[in-house]
Each structure stands twice: as C-alpha cells, then as structure tokens.
C-alpha cells in the first residue's frame, strides 16, 4: 500500500493545535487546582489558632504545605524525566483529594496533626500544580514559549476567585465544624482537575531526556540560572511570607474572616491576572526588567501595609503583593528556560522550583513566630531584606552583560 506523507504545513497545523488544546487544559486546571493554595491560605493559620497546642505555631499548617511543594519538586522531576509528565499529574492531583479529605477528617476530630498532615499533601499537589507553567512550553516552538508560559498561568486568576468563594460558602455549612465542607469542596475539585488533565498530550521522554544532558552542576553554576533563582526565590519568598502572616494578622486586627476571604481572592487574582500580558511584556522588554518591576511592587506592599491596619491597608498590600509575585516569579521562570537544553529541562526545573519552595519553606516557618513576638509591623520591614538582595543580583548582573 501506498504511503501517505503529511506535508509540512498540515504537521505544522497539527502541532499548533495540538499546542493550544494543552495550554487550555493546563490553563483550566491551574485555576481549578490552584484555587487548593488559597484555600490553605486562606484558612490554614486560622485552623492552627483554634487546635494547635501552642500560639506560636498557629502558622505551622502553611508552612508545612511549603515543605510538601519543597520536598515533592525533585522527585517529580525525576518521574517526569523517566515516565512523562501525565504520571505526575496523575501523582499530584491525587495528593490533592487525599488533603482535602483528610483536612475535613482533621477538623471532625480536632487533631492539629492530622491537618498538618493533609496540608503537607496539599503541598505536593500544588508543586505539581506549579508544573503546569513549564508544562506548556514542551509543545511549544521557542519563540511563543514565554506566552504558552504565562497564558497557563493566567489561569490562575480563577483560582483566587474559586478558593475564595468556595472558603466564604462552605465554612460553615457543616456545623459545629468550621471549614470541614469546605475541605470536601476542596477534594471534589483536585478530582475534576484530573479529569480535564487526561487530555493533556505531551510528548513522552527520548533516550537523550532519560540520559539528562550535562551534570546538574555545571548548569546551576550559570550566572544566568543563578540570577533567575535568586529573582525567583525572592519574588515567591516575600509573597509567601507576607500572605501566610495577613489573615492571622487581619484576625488580630480585629477584621472578620470575611474581609481577609476577599484580600486573599483580589490578592490571588493579581497574582495571575497580569499573566494575560506577562509573556508578551518578557517578549518585548526582557526578562530582566520585567522581574525588576516585580520586585519594585513587592517592595511598595511592604511600604503601604506600615501605614496603618485597616482592611483597606492589608487589601492594598495583598494586591501590590501579588502584582509583584507574578512580574517577578514570571520573568525569573522564563529566564530559566533560557538556561537549558531540551533534554535537561525535567532536571533544571525541578531543581529550580526545589531552591525556591525550600527557600519559602523558612520563610514560612519565621512568619507566624515573627507576627506572633513581634507584629505585622515588623514582619513587613523584614521583608525589605531580600528585596536588596535581588536588586543587587539584577544591577549585578546587567552590568555583566554589559
């Protein structure tokens, strides 16, 4: 029988479509698995003040979520580079269900265990989650990769309004449990984000991807790939940082759980609305300048949230806060695309996302004792420390280039 060749153009189409199927998909399923952080946000330190045995370590159930995303980025790279992406989508949303069902179990019992438990396994299902961004650009031709990038994290900008609402309807639909439904409602929607994930094509690992490339380090040691992980690191610290310490902070202001539900949806919603526009902004300006507007962002929430406690003042925060997250975390994520070969990419950005969520993790942990000993006041003025440290990098390595 004869054989039938596809011509260029009809291969080129195919590939295209083939491109935005998935860049939908992972975009649709980062606003329905993303809407699992701001749930933990949102309710996490408040959960740890009613059942944890001690004050202080009210904000231990986020941190401990952060220590689920740093320790799960490294092993799931090292399954996607051998078995594919889809294995670990699979891995992660399941992890997702499982938090959601053992945080409401946590609360009908009132073990603070058992929920710190689940929001590790929270963490896990949003380092996989986190994924999606690099995710798209497998099927993506170089030079539209920043945009497939930040088109699925645009994504995301549903998510704050999912969590949210799901936090402000369900919270007390289970009396005398608080947020015991809306963990439930939580587990539901890592199930459905399976679901759509299953369409999700991505090619499976070559020989040369299983083999990994160059060692790890002697890429790490780029000054390119070290610069991107400082930006990204301080861009994802200082958010974590201030947002695990606002709703407990809003709380000791005497602010109803519903104000700080709403910061945290327009918060999450700047984190990802810019997204729409990030990649063509990296496109145009750079990577470079777009994260240094992020860091310039992150640095004036600090300075508006020591002008005074109102919701208006943690709103504007919250909102400055998580504009500058995503100038910064975009162009740091895209700056790393920049510092790999095709078959290092699982490796690199696995390593990549480990430095920056470990980083998190301590960030974290230091929020709630901080809040806790000392107030918001001085949780905000620490945050002006790393901020230095990435402009001094970015200025540093300008001039290099120069």
Known sequence: MPTISILPDAEAAISLRRERSNVLRLAVCQALAGANAT???????????MLAPSKALATMPVSIFVVGMALCTLPAGAIAQRHGRGMVFMLGTGSGVLAGALASLAMLVASFWLF?????????????????????TDCAAPARRPRALSAVMAGGVFAGVIGAQLVTHTMNLWPPY??????????????????????????????????????????VRQPRFVLAVICGVVSYLLMNFLM?????????CGLSQESANLGLQWHVVAMYGPSFWTGRLITRFGAAKVVAAGLILTGAASAVGLFGIDVTHFWATLILLGLGWNFGFVGASAMVLECHRPEEKARVQSFNDFAVFGTMAIGSFLSGGLLSAFGWNMVLMLSFAPLLVAILALTAGRRATA
């Open 244 to 252: 695990t310490a606002a709703p407990l902070a809003m709380k000791l």
């Open 178 to 219: 608080l947020f015991a439904a809306t963990y439930v409602g939580q587990a539901a929607v890592a199930a459905l984000s399976a679901l759509i994930l299953l369409g999700v094509k991505l090619p499976m690992p070559t020989a040369a991807e299983q083999a990994g490339g160059r060692p790890l380090g002697v890429i």
């Open 116 to 136: 710190c438990f689940a929001t590790f396994c929270a963490g896990i299902y949003a380092a996989v989650v986190l994924s999606f961004r690099f995710a798209a």
């Open 39 to 49: 749930v933990v946000f949102a309710t996490g330190a408040v959960v740890g003040d």
